[in-house]
């Protein structure tokens, strides 16, 4: 079996650390983290790196706005969070 060599260009302009992105997005590196952790927020990785593009910050930049995204830990706790993700998932 022959692996394959795939090059991936990444203009690294367009992504950002999980602490950039809490910065940009006004939170705790803490909140951005479980919002991971409950897909909340979407992210790859490059090695050992954790990253979020520019377009997912915006995203949920409006999220955060229309207060379908709490930005505190109750609301997570709550199943708010999922409750949402759940409504907008079924609004698509």
């Known amino acids: 079996m022959c692996a394959q060599k795939i090059t ?12 950039q992105a809490a910065k940009e997005l006004g939170v705790h590196p803490a909140t ?3 919002w991971v952790e409950n897909r909340l927020l979407h992210t790859f990785r490059i090695s ?7 377009d ?11 207060g379908e995204l709490p930005t505190d830990k109750r609301g997570l ?3 708010q969070a999922k409750k ?3 409504t907008a998932e ?3």
């Open 8 to 19: 991936l260009t990444v203009i690294s302009e367009d992504l950002l650390t999980i602490v």
């Open 32 to 34: 951005a983290y479980r």
């Open 48 to 54: 050992d790196q954790i990253f979020v593009t520019v």
């Open 56 to 66: 997912e910050v915006n995203s949920v930049k409006k999220r955060i706005a229309t």
């Open 77 to 79: 706790r709550r199943g």
């Open 84 to 86: 949402n993700l759940a």
């Open 90 to 92: 079924a609004g698509k």
